[in-house]
């Protein structure tokens, strides 16, 4: 399976994004699906996952202001980003796994990966 994120962009603060996290050479619909952050000054960091049952599971700093989706019949997987803050500007990466899901925050579970596409937040 390869991933392929897209959807970055320079956006204002308060602003809205969806990145897309697009899927070939397999479904995907049996896997949990990850995003997770990374600057050049932090480690790697989840932000949210969407379980193939449709639990979803989010860290903290994006509860409410972010959302993750997903359309089966496109292979694709969605992470809406609201109300954008500075501190949201990284590259956002999607992963998939079949990890339990008690451990989906955990990036060493995760299988396969798309190539990061960044998101900046200007104040």
């Known amino acids: 399976v390869q991933l392929q994120a897209c959807g970055g962009g320079l956006v204002q603060a308060g602003g809205s994004l969806t990145l897309s996290c697009a899927a070939s050479?397999?479904?995907?619909?049996?896997?949990?699906i990850g995003w997770f952050r990374q600057t050049p000054s932090k480690e790697r960091e989840f932000v949210a996952a969407l379980g193939w049952t449709g639990d979803t599971r989010y860290t903290d700093p994006v509860k409410g202001r972010f959302t993750v989706s997903r359309d089966n019949a496109k292979n694709t997987v969605y992470l809406r980003m609201s109300s954008l803050e500075p501190e949201d500007t990284a590259f956002y990466y999607c992963a998939a796994t079949t990890t339990i899901w008690g451990r989906v925050t955990e990036d060493n579970g995760y299988i396969y990966w798309g190539q990061g596409t960044l998101v900046t937040v200007s104040s």
């Open positions: 050479g397999g479904s995907i619909r049996r896997y949990t």
